[in-house]
């Protein structure tokens, strides 16, 4: 597995996105920690997570209970595997409740210390604030991580869905010590492009969520992607892999997060290290 940074840490350049393990059409824990030890044993050392990943009506963190178990239980060694989680973003306890954001730093704080005893660690390697909330002011949200970071409860500070003007008010607040940008991200998503680049600039991690987003799915591709099938078919893999292997080309901060639900998904996407597009093929790709 190849790898990339974030701050000091060395991790593979594919992740593993939690989300799916929770949520609506999630598969059962046994599946779900199948899932995870598959990627442990693909080499992936990255594992995104957040406490608001969990059906509406559920109690908050299934999403990271869940990894807790599949660390705990894979048999392999685990000491450099990076567990990311998120807070500030959550499901209302109504079962058909929608997504809401709570950025307040007390409510942050409090958050920051559940997920660490759902991790089941004695400091949370990567925390993330993870959505602006438009009734917080965004420096007080941010000032609530820099405090975690302080008091030592979290080791790096990332924020996601975040704006290039948040990107660097963050990094100002946080002293320099943000280490990591969790935005949106795929073929289908290019809008988060200048942010892209400020994070290549500013050598910030760059993970991009959802990043098959156009590219899976039972709908199959539309023609305005067959070029990234046109690519798979010539280097003899999925379509979902050069579109990992495209994101990567991007930029060296670039660690994209696919999410996952069953043991040969994962264990295809950490393919997508190993292929190298040529400058032709980049380019057909960024214009499709």
């Given at each position: 597995?190849?790898?990339?940074?974030?701050?000091?840490?060395?991790?593979?350049?594919?992740?593993?996105?939690?989300?799916?393990?929770?949520?609506?059409?999630?598969?059962?824990?046994?599946?779900?920690?199948?899932?995870?030890?598959?990627?442990?044993?693909?080499?992936?050392?990255?594992?995104?997570?957040?406490?608001?990943?969990?059906?509406?009506?559920?109690?908050?963190?299934?999403?990271?209970?869940?990894?807790?178990?599949?660390?705990?239980?894979?048999?392999?060694?685990?000491?450099?595997?990076?567990?990311?989680?998120?807070?500030?973003?959550?499901?209302?306890?109504?079962?058909?409740?929608?997504?809401?954001?709570?950025?307040?730093?007390?409510?942050?704080?409090?958050?920051?210390?559940?997920?660490?005893?759902?991790?089941?660690?004695?400091?949370?390697?990567?925390?993330?604030?993870?959505?602006?909330?438009?009734?917080?002011?965004?420096?007080?949200?941010?000032g609530a991580i820099r405090d975690l970071l302080d008091e030592g409860i979290i080791r790096m500070a990332g924020i996601s869905n975040a704006n290039?003007?948040?990107?660097?008010?963050?990094?100002?607040?946080?002293?320099?010590?943000?280490?990591?940008?969790?935005?949106?991200?795929?073929?289908?998503?290019?809008?988060?492009?200048?942010?892209?680049?400020?994070?290549?600039?500013?050598?910030?991690?760059?993970l991009p969520w959802s990043p098959l987003g156009g590219i899976g799915g039972a709908a199959g591709l539309g023609d305005r992607f067959a070029p990234f099938q046109?690519?798979?078919?010539?280097?003899?893999?999925?379509?979902?892999?050069?579109?990992?292997?495209?994101?990567?080309?991007?930029?060296?901060?670039?660690?994209?997060?696919?999410?996952?639900?069953?043991?040969?998904?994962?264990?295809?996407?950490?393919?997508?290290?190993?292929?190298?597009?040529?400058?032709?093929?980049?380019?057909?790709?960024?214009?499709?």
């Amino acid at each position: 597995m190849k790898t990339r940074t974030i701050g000091d840490v060395t991790v593979s350049a594919i992740g593993l996105g939690g989300m799916p393990f929770s949520i609506e059409g999630r598969p059962d824990d046994t599946r779900a920690i199948a899932t995870i030890h598959a990627a442990l044993d693909a080499g992936i050392t990255l594992i995104d997570t957040a406490d608001a990943y969990r059906l509406a009506g559920e109690d908050e963190s299934h999403n990271e209970q869940v990894i807790a178990k599949a660390l705990k239980s894979y048999g392999g060694d685990t000491s450099g595997v990076l567990v990311a989680t998120k807070g500030g973003h959550h499901r209302t306890i109504a079962r058909s409740g929608p997504w809401e954001q709570n950025g307040h730093p007390d409510y942050l704080k409090e958050a920051a210390k559940a997920s660490l005893k759902n991790l089941g660690v004695d400091v949370i390697g990567l925390y993330q604030f993870h959505r602006p909330d438009p009734l917080v002011d965004y420096a007080d949200s941010v000032g609530a991580i820099r405090d975690l970071l302080d008091e030592g409860i979290i080791r790096m500070a990332g924020i996601s869905n975040a704006n290039p003007a948040q990107i660097l008010l963050a990094q100002e607040i946080l002293d320099n010590r943000l280490v990591s940008v969790q935005n949106q991200f795929s073929p289908a998503f290019r809008s988060s492009e200048p942010e892209l680049e400020l994070c290549d600039e500013l050598k910030l991690a760059f993970l991009p969520w959802s990043p098959l987003g156009g590219i899976g799915g039972a709908a199959g591709l539309g023609d305005r992607f067959a070029p990234f099938q046109t690519v798979a078919a010539e280097h003899g893999v999925s379509p979902q892999v050069i579109c990992l292997a495209w994101e990567l080309a991007k930029s060296p901060v670039v660690i994209p997060i696919p999410g996952a639900s069953r043991p040969e998904t994962i264990r295809d996407s950490a393919t997508a290290v190993d292929v190298e597009l040529t400058t032709d093929e980049i380019s057909l790709l960024d214009a499709a």
